[in-house]
T-cell receptor, first 113, second 112 residues
Framework: DGGITQSPKYLFRKEGQNVTLSCEQNLNHDAMYWYRQDPGQGLRLIYYSQIVNDFQKGDIAEGYSVSREKKESFPLTVTSAQKNPTAFYLC????????????FGPGTRLLVL | KQEVTQIPAALSVPEGENLVLNCSFTDSAIYNLQWFRQDPGKGLTSLLLIQSSQREQTSGRLNASLDKSSGRSTLYIAASQPGDSATYLCAVVGDAGNMLTFGGGTRLMVKP
C-alpha cells in the first residue's frame, strides 16, 4: 500500500531534550511538508522540502530543524529551543506533477513531561 | 498574506439535519480550495477539492461550492449522521505557490 507513515504516534519530551519525529512516504513524491496543529486550530507550516537536500522555513520554523537526505524521508527535530512543543504534528507530501495537492500522514502527538 | 476563516468554530445538530459549514479567504487569487475531515487524534482526509475555475464539487451527501470573487466556500452536508462527527478544515492554495493555508476548522457533533 502506498502512503505516508509517521512515528511514533505519541512522543514524550523532557525539558531541554531534543526529539525527532519520523515521516516516511512511498508515493515517490518530491515535496514533503511538516505542520503543527494546536487544539482547536488549523495547521501551520513549519518546514517544507521540494527536493532532496533542500528545504525551506515555513511560518513557524523557530525551534525546529529538518533534513532531507532521502526522497522518502523528512524527519523533524523539535529542539530544546522550542519552548512550547506540545502539539499534534502532521507530515504531508505532494508530487511534482500535482504539487498543489497534498496527502497527509496520521500524525504524531508530542507531549512535554 | 492569505487568511482563512471558518465559521462556526463548533456546531452541534440532531441527526438528519442538513447543515452548512462556511469558509472565507482574504485573497481571491487561489489555485484551488480543499475541504478536509479530521477525526480526533488522526490525520486529515481529503473530502473535496475545487479548482479555481469550478463552482462546486459533489461527493455523496457532501457538496462544496466556491465563490472565488467573494472569497467564500461552503460545505453542505445533507441528512447528517452521527458518523459525520469530526472537525472539518478548509484550506486554499494560492496561484503563486503550492503552500496550503488552513482555516481553524469547524468541530461538528451530530447527535443521535
Amino acid at each position: 500500500d502506498g502512503g505516508i507513515t509517521q512515528s511514533p504516534k505519541y512522543l514524550f519530551r523532557k525539558e531541554g531534550q531534543n526529539v525527532t519525529l519520523s515521516c516516511e512516504q512511498n508515493l515517490n513524491h518530491d515535496a514533503m511538508y511538516w505542520y503543527r496543529q494546536d487544539p482547536g486550530q488549523g495547521l501551520r507550516l513549519i518546514y517544507y522540502s521540494q527536493i532532496v537536500n533542500d528545504f525551506q522555513k515555513g511560518d513557524i520554523a523557530e525551534g525546529y530543524s529538518v533534513s532531507r537526505e532521502k526522497k522518502e524521508s523528512f524527519p523533524l527535530t523539535v529542539t530544546s529551543a522550542q519552548k512550547n512543543p506540545t502539539a499534534f504534528y502532521l507530515c504531508a507530501s505532494s508530487s511534482r506533477t500535482n504539487i498543489k495537492t497534498q496527502y497527509f500522514g496520521p500524525g504524531t502527538r508530542l507531549l512535554v513531561l | 498574506k492569505q487568511e482563512v476563516t471558518q465559521i462556526p468554530a463548533a456546531l452541534s445538530v440532531p441527526e438528519g439535519e442538513n447543515l452548512v459549514l462556511n469558509c472565507s479567504f482574504t485573497d481571491s487569487a487561489i489555485y484551488n480550495l480543499q475541504w478536509f475531515r479530521q477525526d480526533p487524534g488522526k490525520g486529515l482526509t481529503s473530502l473535496l477539492l475545487i479548482q479555481s475555475s469550478q463552482r462546486e464539487q459533489t461527493s455523496g451527501r457532501l457538496n462544496a461550492s466556491l465563490d472565488k470573487s467573494s472569497g467564500r466556500s461552503t460545505l453542505y452536508i445533507a441528512a447528517s449522521q452521527p458518523g459525520d462527527s469530526a472537525t472539518y478544515l478548509c484550506a486554499v492554495v494560492g496561484d503563486a505557490g503550492n503552500m496550503l493555508t488552513f482555516g481553524g476548522g469547524t468541530r461538528l457533533m451530530v447527535k443521535p
